[in-house]
């Protein structure tokens, strides 16, 4: 069988937080650039003058591997590219420098997670785990340096740049690569660089070590040097210490080293050298040999001003100065002995709070969290000049924190983002109370964790007005144990916009549209349409929102628009025409209309109103002199302009534009066509009738707006029932001819369109979608934070904030007004839902909209969680069912027909001590109540750790190594009794069946392939993996179709023999790999290998649909899809493509390959350094594209959807 070729997505990053830092980022201030127009900063900037050159021969100096491809990368990184790939000229990059130099700074936080970092609500992905990072601070204490350390030992000088549109971007300063290759071959893994990093204060000098042995200084001013130092025994803490006086000594570094001699006692290391003369010829001070009783220090920690380092482990707090570490004598030593203190993290105060010493010069503060939840304020203090005192009290109690940071806002205030120890990120207020007492306050979830994940499932996407997705599937995971203080849940990730109530809702039934003015005097105008009136509101700068009540009118509003630049607007209402101006409301112009008004459309001077009498619909359009109309009558200002029309049409959509400086209106009808008038000659005169039956599902023209203006001028038209239109116009002197670029259906009722600036537009069909039309033709949904999906009806967007990563929205939903904050980027949501008994397996019953979860509580065995109502329903149970100790293994659903009618049960399998058991459960719902019947119930030998369905309703399952196999016997009508089906060596942890083939996971020997006839109810066994691998979960079987004749492919469907070359793929926990093998052959050598992917988690794999709900199924409807999953929450799915279609896109990525370097920006799933690896793909990897970075390129901004046109 020829190879597969496969594209790789990550679906999810792990949110698994190993670092929160507070990070000082660059504000890139521009003048007249274009996005994407600047160019990267090089290490030009980081190394001044003459030092790029020392750089550039880093190999001779140290003997670290700086390679060429390296050199190429950096000196390529002073090039800007334009928006078509094009290199600037010289001098366009000199200015664009000039332009971009940014001396501001802004703070925000850095999450630190597995493979991957978020800087404030962005995640920029990396294609190897983190191993450690830390912060470099700036010697002006402005922009900081983000320091990384990748596990593919890279050493990544990273600058974060916050642009002008709110978005962070990286700009990799230096990339170093710790090792050379042939180095890293024979090395021990334990010495290798990068699993500690530390930073001086003064940002001048990096540390990098090893688990053992080994620390590498990297020297960045005022030249490049390195030099390594050979430190013997494990390397268990390390940290740079201040100068004792930095005013003199600026060149001056000591690093402390906590290490573990021969005889395992803890042993600190003092090492000095002068930064400017950094030689082989440092100071490294004697070891200090610390009790052989002392415990083990959870962390160690450099205090600043009063020159020592602090040591914190169970049940202990200890001060040594650099004196006592120096003379060995421990007269700068206080030790603290606390009862219930067991550290977890920390943080250093650089700013002193409240407490009774700080008011002390030489005073250093560090707040530190421990295991149960309480916060200690440990302070270091010298009392005279001889005397250093050391003093630890409780400040509160709270969570467990696995990190946090603290960010000053009051004298008495601090914003904390923490880390709860295998939970959820939140933040809150820090506040000293009126008692002098401390208390985290405001607290709230920013992110939702993900971890410990134990199970997931795929399951079809509901079609209900307020459920739909952009995903043809939804996926739900079930984790959490209450040991590992993670609370049991259950949650829903999905890729969309995020979106968050910012403010207190207020209360508005019934508001069934908003229309927007824009600012005045720093306040927002807008009015809040109901069906009998109209409402004018106020929304300041406090976000409080205020009813102008001299505003109000008793008709519903039909339009409201600016007119000029001095605060004139025009409102259409059902029954009149009001002009006037906001800062005047009492001269305003009102002119009653005869007949109810239904339509309006505004532009350019030109008023088209639709209005209905007697069952008749008229079209009346006016010229306006708006010229000083306070002091006209109402015949000079509306002019009434004759249009000819046609009969008989009921309008639906009146717009109004202009093209090649002409005026024309363009009518959409309730019969689904479009007309459209051209001003001539003082008339309005109809060009040409367009209908829309042929566009797919369109029906009803609802709103249009103007996108393009070209020769075909192009715009975005909505129906009343769920399409928007993209097309352009050919409009000829007598003819009009309609072009559709794209049309698109997203939800059921009509859609409402709200402009957000650029080409960027939301759309509101009961739910939010955006439309980004520069990246895409198909939206993206909104997702606002609530438990469960409400309807609205109509949004706005208001003015954008510079330097904001949001844009703001004002939405009327069914019983409220809300102010949302709407990211302007895609990412992974989580909709999180708590559960009582934490989770061991799940299984979908589709007839119930319903989750079974299974757990090992003997107080809830069994639980349903429903989809529709997001709640936890327990299962009733009698007691008979379960005996003491039983507990449910595992689950599965089972289908059977008889006698015209169908019948849906539930089987588990369970486990007691070493035996198990089957039992076949009936399940009804009767509104929230739950209960459960045994039908049926086998006692097995062993526990039952898999069960199946076949194809014909018969059951498989497994019982430790055997497998037994029982169907319903139509003449007995019951389940036969259970047959002995295989026997092998190892316990058969999962089944996996594929049509009437059964692939059956061992503990430890592979899979093994059965095949079942059910004509007889026999059988047979298949070929299996003759080697000894350690697999998990399930094996995933995907069907290949060959034409055949005598071995050889033809195209003659006379002779031809269709045969199935299908594959298996595996998931391989020791080595974390994925392979594709072919069914009939073991997979003992590389040749045997289809496909074959390296991952940084261990994946359980499962077959997936996960298609856009635009996909065309007519085109690749068999391409094959799988999911891997780990337990850290990270997801990837991959898709198969033709060998050409592989081809073409590994050969378009490597020639982007400079272009995607030089590139500034990162997209939220990108990493254009992942491109400066020796190889563009790594040799782990076979047949398999990153297909991340897909999205960066325009022609496959939608390539899942339009692949078959490549």
């Not at 130092?229 to 930095?246: D, K, M, V, W, Y």
């Not at 009001?578 to 339509?599: A, C, H, M, W, Y």
Request: hydrophobic share 40%; charged share 20%.
């Amino acid at each position: 069988m020829a190879p597969t070729y496969w594209i790789r997505r990550r679906l999810h990053s792990s949110m698994v937080v190993n670092h929160i830092f507070s990070f000082n980022a660059t504000k890139v201030i521009t003048q007249n650039l274009e996005k994407n127009a600047f160019c990267f900063t090089s290490t030009r900037q980081l190394f001044g003058g003459g030092e790029w050159e020392d750089v550039r021969h880093f190999r001779e100096l140290d003997s670290m591997p700086f390679d060429e491809n390296d050199e190429e990368m950096l000196l390529q990184m002073t090039e800007g590219i334009d928006h078509v790939g094009g290199g600037y000229s010289s001098e366009q990059t000199k200015a664009s420098q000039s332009e971009y130099n940014s001396t501001e700074s802004v703070q925000t936080t850095i999450i630190i997670n597995y493979t991957s970092i978020m800087v404030g609500t962005q995640i920029f992905q990396f294609p190897s785990p983190i191993l450690n990072s830390n912060i470099l601070r700036s010697p002006d204490n402005r922009s900081d340096l983000l320091v990384i350390c990748l596990k593919n030992l890279q050493l990544l000088l990273v600058k974060v740049l916050l642009q002008s549109n709110g978005k962070f971007e990286l700009n990799i300063l230096t990339r170093i690569y710790l090792e050379e290759p042939e180095v890293l071959q024979n090395s021990n893994r334990l010495e290798l660089l990068g699993h500690h990093v530390a930073c001086s204060s003064d940002g001048k000098v990096i540390a990098i070590t090893g688990m053992i042995n080994k620390v590498r200084f990297l020297n960045l001013y005022p030249s490049p040097r390195t030099i390594n130092c050979f430190i013997e025994g494990p390397i268990l803490h390390q940290c740079f210490l201040e100068p004792f006086a930095p005013e003199y000594l600026p060149t001056h570094v000591m690093y402390l080293i906590l290490s573990q001699n021969v005889d395992k006692i803890l042993t600190i290391s003092l090492l000095e050298f002068d930064q400017l003369r950094l030689t082989d010829n440092f100071t490294l001070h004697r070891p200090l040999l610390l009790p052989r009783e002392f415990p083990l220090p959870k962390f160690v920690i450099p205090m600043k001003r009063t020159h020592g380092v602090l040591l914190c482990a169970e049940g202990l707090l200890c001060f040594k100065g650099i004196n006592s570490i120096l003379s060995q004598t421990g007269l700068d030593d206080v030790t603290i002995y606390l009862a219930v203190f067991n550290p977890i993290c920390y943080f250093v105060l650089d700013r002193p709070i409240a407490s009774k010493n700080s008011q002390n010069k030489f005073l250093d503060q560090v707040i530190i969290n421990d295991a149960i939840g309480n916060l200690w304020l440990v302070e270091s203090y010298r009392h005279d000049k001889l005397t250093w005192n050391l003093e630890c009290d409780k400040v509160c109690t709270f969570f467990p924190m696995s990190s946090f940071v603290l960010q000053p806002r009051k004298p008495s205030s601090f914003k904390i983002l923490y880390a709860k120890d295998f939970g959820d990120i939140s933040e809150g207020l820090l506040d000293l109370d009126s008692n002098n007492k401390y208390s985290i306050t405001k607290s709230k979830t920013k992110i939702l964790n993900t971890i410990p994940l134990l199970d997931y499932q795929l399951v079809p996407s509901p079609n209900g007005i307020l459920q739909r997705t952009s995903s043809s599937q939804q996926l739900w995971c079930v984790g959490g144990t209450t040991s590992m203080k993670s609370h049991p849940a259950i949650w829903n990730i999905h890729r969309g916009i995020s979106a968050r109530i910012v403010n207190p809702s207020l209360p508005f039934k019934y508001a069934n549209r908003l229309y927007y003015y824009g600012t005045v005097d720093d306040a927002i105008y807008f009015i809040i349409s109901f069906p009998r009136h109209s409402q004018l509101h106020c929304l300041n700068v406090t976000s409080a929102v205020t009813l102008i009540e001299d505003f109000t009118v008793d008709s519903k509003t039909i339009l409201f628009e600016s007119i000029g630049s001095d605060c004139d607007y025009i409102l259409v209402t059902e029954n009149f025409v009001r002009i006037g101006n906001f800062l005047d409301l009492d001269s305003s112009l009102q002119v009653e209309l005869p007949e109810k008004t239904l339509l309006a459309s505004f532009k350019g001077g030109y008023l088209v109103l639709s209005s209905s009498i007697k069952s008749e619909t008229n079209l009346m359009i006016y010229k306006l002199n708006l010229k000083d109309f306070r002091f006209k009558s109402t015949e000079e200002i509306l002019k009434p302009i004759p249009l000819n029309t046609l009969q008989d049409i009921e309008p639906s959509l009146l717009k109004l534009f202009f093209h090649l400086n002409e005026i024309f209106l363009l009518v959409g009808t309730f019969d689904n066509v479009l007309c459209l008038y051209k001003l001539k000659n003082g008339c309005f005169q109809i060009i040409g009738i367009v209908p829309l039956d042929s566009v797919n599902g369109f029906r009803v023209p609802h709103e249009c707006m103007k996108i393009h203006d070209k020769d075909e001028p192009e715009f975005l038209i909505t129906s009343q029932n769920g399409h928007y239109l993209i097309c352009s116009l050919h409009i000829a002197v007598s003819s009009v001819t309609l072009k559709v670029l794209r049309s698109v259906q997203i939800g059921d009722t009509y859609v409402q369109i709200s402009h957000a600036g650029s080409s960027s537009y939301y759309l509101t069909c009961r739910v939010i979608w955006k439309l980004n039309l520069s990246q895409s033709m198909y939206p993206e949904k909104v997702f606002i934070g609530d438990k469960m999906d409400k309807g609205i009806y109509s949004t706005i967007s208001l003015a954008k904030n510079e330097y904001k990563a949001w844009e703001n929205l004002l939405v009327a939903r069914n019983d409220r007004l809300l102010f949302l904050e709407v990211d302007t980027f895609s990412s992974s949501i989580v909709s999180k839902f708590k559960l009582c008994n934490p989770p061991l397996k799940m299984a979908y019953m589709e007839h119930m909209s319903s989750f079974v979860i299974i757990s090992a509580e003997l107080t809830q065995r069994i639980s349903v969680f429903n989809l529709k109502s997001r709640r936890e329903l327990p299962m009733i149970i009698p007691s008979e069912v379960f005996e003491a100790e039983e507990t449910p293994s595992c689950l599965c659903q089972w289908e059977f027909e008889r006698e015209f009618r169908k019948y849906v049960h539930l089987i588990v399998g369970t486990k007691n001590g070493t035996h198990g058991s089957i039992k076949l459960l009936a399940v009804s719902q009767s509104n929230e109540l739950i209960t459960a019947t045994e039908i049926y119930s086998w006692d097995a030998p062993s526990q039952i750790l898999s069960v199946v369905t076949l194809n014909d309703c018969s059951i498989l399952f497994s019982s430790g190594k055997t497998l037994y196999f029982t169907y319903y016997d139509e003449s007995k009508r019951k389940l036969a009794t259970p047959t002995l089906v295989y026997s092998g060596t190892s316990d058969i942890i999962t089944l996996s069946t594929n049509d009437n083939m059964i692939i059956a996971t061992t503990f430890s020997s592979s899979f093994k392939i059965l095949y079942y006839s059910p004509t007889n109810r026999s059988f047979t066994q298949g070929p299996c993996d003759k080697m000894s691998q350690n697999l998990i979960g399930k094996c995933l079987y995907f069907q290949n179709l060959r034409p055949h004749i005598n071995g050889t492919t033809t195209a003659s469907n006379s002779e031809q023999v269709i045969a199935d070359e299908g594959s298996i793929i595996v998931s391989d926990k020791i080595n974390c790999k994925l392979f594709e093998v072919m069914k009939t052959t073991s997979w003992d050598t590389t040749d045997n290998v289809l496909f074959e992917d390296c991952l940084p988690i261990v994946s359980r794999l499962s077959q997936s649909s996960l298609r856009s709900m635009w996909y065309e199924k007519s085109q690749e409807q068999n391409s094959d899809q799988f999911l891997a999953g780990g337990v850290n929450g990270e997801f990837y799915i991959y898709e198969r493509v033709k060998k050409t279609h592989f081809n073409y896109l590994r050969s378009h990525l490597g020639n982007c390959k400079r272009l995607l370097l030089e590139k500034y920006s990162t997209a939220l799933i990108d990493c254009p350094f992942e491109f400066s690896l020796p190889a563009l793909f790594d040799t782990k990897e076979r047949n398999v594209v990153d297909g991340d970075f897909l999205d960066r390129q325009d022609p496959f901004v939608d390539y899942l959807l339009s692949r078959h046109t490549l």
